[in-house]
């Protein structure tokens, strides 16, 4: 079943240029997913974070919520802090599903585009 929201979580920095890629992706999903909510969401020195954005998007009435991690690959961050932000936010709200889906970066799709991209730089 589809969720009701995806949250691209992605790292944070703290010139705000750094997001325009996530955003443009957000951009793209939400023309893609019309019915869903598309929100992005920071791990630090950027709004919202992964907390803000659940508590926005259950004011809305939404009820499940994909997590999308915008990393590369798993580090201490995915692997300790995460999962401590997902425990507490479902402690927190348990009328409210959240899905954690694999790093963007762990995706085979990804991986292959990317490589595509870079052929295509250096050729």
């Known amino acids: 079943m589809a969720s ?15 997001a325009k890629p996530v955003t443009a992706v957000a951009e793209c ?25 659940v508590v926005q998007l259950r004011a809305t009435s939404t009820t499940s919520i994909d997590i999308l991690p915008f990393f ?8 300790k802090e995460l999962p401590e932000m997902l425990e507490a936010l479902r402690a927190s ?12 970066g762990e995706l085979p799709e990804v991986q292959a585009a990317m490589a595509d991209a870079i052929a295509a730089l250096v050729a």
């Open 4 to 18: 009701d929201a995806i949250i691209l979580f992605a790292h944070g920095a703290r010139d705000p240029v750094w």
């Open 29 to 53: 999903l939400r023309s893609r997913f019309p019915d869903r909510q598309i929100k992005v969401a920071f791990l630090e020195f950027m709004s919202p974070t992964l907390a803000e954005a």
């Open 72 to 79: 590369i690959a798993q580090g201490g961050h995915l692997r």
């Open 93 to 104: 709200y348990p009328e409210t599903q959240l899905h954690l889906l694999p790093p963007l």
